[in-house]
């Protein structure tokens, strides 16, 4: 299901209560404030209504931040306090990917075009979303990983395309998504961002039911407790997900664990919401936590101290005039760089590769 349908969906009580969380930074004040939203005619809809109203707009800190350049912040060009993480600061690329940021210039990688075909989508949208799901490709490509005989397990997949993708190159996939407990009040159900079997994951474009089947399995996973039958996988992955399991540590705590999955050598591959406002100050929720390159610098000292090997950090963030635009709700094009609750955030990517 393409972005434009999701948004025409009716607005469920899960959604309501999501929207009111991420746009104006509270809980709903009681059930008449649920039930009034969920008289919009859809998602859109919804989105616009609050984009409209004062209290959004004092959270957020006013609409002219989305007609305004930004600037990249002094602390990204900061070494890091720990010298035995490894930085790069260049433009990234897909070709030789490592964990970094979203950015305009990647869309125009040959390879962006090449998986962007593939899975039927367009290279022209400047959407974080989809740059998310390829530049986790790329860096499957460049380990040679999307190949038979390799076993992939992927975290949170709601309806992506992902699965389907990986298992058209012979790889076998356990595709697992929270338990229906995990995401109540997040409107995930309602705007089909989330899996309670395979079914949703079937991409007959891409592969073939039967294929389908003999390669990709689907269960429910907490990514709070990983439950420890999930072992042996060449390479796992998320798409923006651990940032929504309730505060910065349980993010990180979720990052070290899941390279208890893969064999010795693999590789975890996640992305998630990255502050470009401050390496101070952020926004930490239940439902939504940004993190900020001390947060990410912590994490690399931890994996190292463990014996993993972290992927050089780039936390370039790009020169094209899409990496100087921020977007707002209701979302639009480009969406590389947005506002939330005051901050500016991005896409950015991490891979480690488990100690051997």
């Given at each position: ?7 025409d ?55 002219h ?20 993480i ?38 022209a ?10 530049w ?64 949703p ?13 003999k ?40 990052v ?75 979302w ?25």
């Open positions: 299901m393409s972005d434009t349908q999701r948004l969906l009716p607005v469920s009580r899960e959604a309501a209560a999501w929207a009111i969380r991420l746009f104006l930074g509270r809980e709903p004040v009681n059930e008449e404030e649920i039930e009034f939203h969920c008289a919009h005619q859809s998602v859109h809809s919804l989105r616009v209504a609050f984009s409209q109203t004062g209290e959004f707009k004092k959270f957020y800190g006013g609409l931040l989305a007609q305004t350049s930004w600037a990249a912040p002094l602390f990204l060009l900061e070494p890091p306090h720990d010298k035995r490894t930085t790069r600061f260049q433009p990234p690329n897909l070709a030789d990917p490592c964990s970094q940021l979203c950015t305009e210039s990647q869309f125009s990688d040959p390879l962006y075009s090449e998986f962007c075909t593939v899975l039927g989508i367009d290279p949208v400047l959407h974080r979303k989809q740059w998310e799901w390829i986790i490709a790329a860096v499957l490509k460049r380990r040679s990983y999307l190949r038979k005989g390799i076993k992939g397990l992927g975290f949170g997949v709601g309806q992506e395309p992902l699965p389907a993708f990986f298992a058209r190159s012979g790889v076998e996939v356990l595709a697992t998504d929270a338990p229906p407990a995990a995401i109540e009040g997040h409107g995930w159900e309602s705007t089909r961002q989330h899996a309670a079997s395979l079914e994951l079937r991409r007959p474009d891409l592969l073939c039911d039967e294929d389908f089947d390669l990709v399995g689907f269960q429910v996973a907490d990514m709070n407790h990983i439950s420890p039958e999930l072992r042996g996988f060449d390479f796992c992955w998320s798409s923006c997900c651990f940032e929504h399991l309730a505060s910065i540590e349980h993010g990180l705590t979720f070290e664990e899941s390279l208890k999955t893969l064999k010795p050598g693999g590789l975890a591959i996640h992305t998630t919401e990255f502050n470009l406002s401050s390496n101070q100050d952020t926004f930490i929720h239940p439902a939504l936590s940004l993190f900020r390159k001390q947060d990410i610098e912590a994490l690399y000292s931890r994996l190292i101290s463990a014996g993993h090997k972290p992927w050089p950090l780039n936390l370039h963030p790009g020169t094209g005039p899409a990496d100087a635009y921020i977007d707002l709700p209701p639009g094009l480009p969406h590389l760089k947005l506002e939330l609750a005051a901050y500016i955030t991005t896409s950015m990517g991490l891979v480690i590769e488990k100690k051997s």
